[in-house]
């Protein structure tokens, strides 16, 4: 036995790291054939297993990928160039209008952190009930997200505390769309809202729907993972003007772009697409004209009020 295959049989496979760092199977296979990493041993079975710092690289390729950062420069690069792009984006980040300090965060992370999962949702309910759903998700709550995603990158939380996480923001968003008054059956754009296959996050497409139930729009959420025959289907069954979109980093930028080229030729031409997110593929904005990129959550009122002027009536 070598001295490197006791390591070998702990160091996590692709499926785990897939888990861990939210970069999916396939573009860490493309990056291993395309760049010459990650560079994966083999356990005794054939299967690739990560070695730690390859890992730690990984989850930082990914936080620069959530700040629009292209694949094909940050794979090759060493790790002291990583970190210094990271430190350039962290303050442009900090700046960023109506961010709160770090300090406001505090009591939501102590509750996480201590696992006083019911004091985090109480927290969370009693913060939008107080800032109103929309300062709230934007001025907050997108932020804390923020946070958190970042700690468990850093490996500052388990996978189970930000997945709590994730499902007490969203028990809160629904509590709070309870109570903002329906709008009217023929009240428009009808918006149905979903992700692509192999988009397991959606957190963010809870709080797009906020904003859209805020501004008065008919909902429909299909939850995550929606094939495109399907969202076809339901937007034709729920006679959408409009299907909204997440798409993250966790996804492989051709899987996207490929769903999002499927669903435009399959949709009628007078359905708009609109997508936000983090996804690579949508920084190559050239390659889908005829999709609205909503950048921010604050946006989607914007684009609302565009589309109701261009369809009066």
């Known amino acids: 036995m070598t001295e490197l295959e006791p390591l070998v049989a702990v160091w996590p496979g692709i499926a785990a790291v897939e888990r861990e760092t939210g970069i999916s199977k396939d573009s860490l296979r493309i990056w291993e054939r395309r760049y010459a990493f990650p560079q994966p041993a083999r356990d005794a079975a054939g299967e690739r297993v990560y070695p730690p710092e390859q890992v730690r690289k990984l989850r930082l390729i990914r936080r620069l990928l959530d700040r629009g950062y292209r694949p094909g420069r940050l794979v090759p690069a060493s790790l002291d160039s990583l970190q210094a792009l990271l430190a350039e984006a962290q ?153 909204a979109l997440s798409c993250s980093a966790f996804v492989a930028p051709s899987a996207v772009a490929a769903g999002l080229t499927e669903l435009r030729q399959a949709l009628p031409a007078g359905v708009e697409i609109w997508v936000g997110g983090s996804s690579p593929a949508l920084q190559r904005r050239s390659a889908h004209p005829s999709l609205r990129h909503v950048v921010r959550l604050g946006q989607i009122a914007e684009e609302l009020a565009r589309w109701r002027a261009s369809h009066p009536g």
């Open 91 to 243: 303050p442009a980040m900090s700046a960023f209008a109506g961010s709160p300090a770090r300090d406001d965060f505090a009591p939501f992370i102590e509750a996480l952190r201590s696992h006083q999962f019911e004091e985090l949702r109480r927290l969370l309910v009693q913060t939008l009930l107080r800032m109103g759903l929309g300062p709230g998700i934007e001025q907050l709550i997108a932020p804390l997200t923020g946070e958190v995603g970042e700690m468990w990158m850093r490996g500052e939380l388990q996978i189970f505390e930000e997945h709590i996480f994730s499902e007490s923001v969203q028990a809160a968003l629904r509590q709070a769309m309870q109570a903002v008054p329906r709008p009217a059956q023929e009240q428009t754009p009808r918006v149905l809202l979903s992700t692509l296959p192999g988009e397991q996050h959606g957190l963010g497409l809870t709080m797009a729907e906020a904003m859209f139930v805020l501004e008065g729009s008919q909902c429909l959420s299909l939850g995550v993972q929606t094939p495109v025959g399907d969202l076809v289907l339901a937007a034709a069954a729920h006679r959408a003007d409009v299907v």
